[in-house]
């Protein structure tokens, strides 16, 4: 069964610094994979995918994350950081199994950012 | 406007007096699933459709009960709510529930916060 870490429970960053997210999954074939974002009082909402093709991947509101098949990771970046960000991040890794579509989440990881 | 709608947002019960979360979509999404988002824990699988009357189990079932007569509507019951089912509760749904889904990713309701005394 796939599986996926988030590392970091809690990261404060200042305003405009540069931030990493970490995300490492456990899966037999090529994962499909996410990063979902969810603001206090919110659902989750997509901020990028990746399944194929160039390992770094730009999402939604300046994020891009890069997919590192030897380390098994899947990192989140921006370069600066705004106050709006703060909120939750979720891993998440879709596999299939038995022709059903199972969705593994992470734990999350909440940030915080300080002006 | 597409979403996935739940209701209600906030609920507070006691032990053992059946309810029923409601959630509804629009786009006429095949797969549906239901999440339970604890602290520490993150987001739990309970219970998937892939399609209308296909259900199955997720990583949490225990307690829960769900059904899909319809394509839009995929209602989480819980028939005899006890305090550990206090959570806050996600109902999602996407185009396709198998491979193809990786072009249809999860749409998120804005979530229902149980509490059961």
């Known amino acids: 069964a796939q599986s996926v870490t988030q590392p970091d429970i809690h990261i404060t960053v200042s305003e405009g610094a540069s931030l990493e997210l970490r995300c490492n999954y456990s899966?037999?074939?090529?994962?499909?994979l996410f990063w979902y974002v969810q603001s206090p009082g919110q659902g989750l909402q997509l901020l990028l995918k990746?399944?194929?093709?160039?390992?770094l991947v730009q999402g939604i509101k300046g994020f891009e994350a890069e997919f590192k098949r030897s380390q098994s990771s899947f990192n989140l970046r921006k370069p600066s950081v705004h106050w709006s960000d703060a909120a939750e991040y979720f891993c998440?890794?879709?596999?299939?199994?038995?022709?059903?579509?199972?969705?593994?989440f992470g734990r999350g990881t909440s940030l915080i950012v300080h002006p | 406007e597409a979403q996935v709608t739940q209701n209600p947002r906030y609920l507070i019960t006691v032990t053992g007096k059946k309810l029923t979360v409601t959630c509804s979509q629009n786009m006429n999404h095949e797969y549906m699933s239901w999440y339970r988002q604890d602290p520490g824990l993150g987001l739990r699988q309970i219970y998937y459709?892939?399609?209308?009357?296909?259900?199955d189990k997720g990583d949490v079932p225990e307690g829960y009960k769900v059904s899909r007569k319809e394509k839009r509507n995929f209602p989480l019951i819980l028939e005899s709510p006890s305090p550990n089912q206090t959570s806050l509760y996600f109902c999602?749904?996407?185009?396709?529930?198998?491979?193809?889904?990786?072009?249809?990713?999860?749409?998120f309701g804005n979530g229902t916060r149980l509490t059961v005394t």
């Open positions: 999602a749904s996407s185009l396709r529930g198998g491979p193809a889904s990786y072009n249809s990713p999860l749409h």
């Open positions: 998440a890794v879709g596999a299939t199994s038995g022709g059903s579509y199972i969705p593994t």
């Open positions: 990746y399944f194929s093709g160039d390992t």
């Open positions: 459709s892939m399609n209308v009357e296909v259900t």
């Open positions: 899966y037999g074939a090529t994962p499909y």
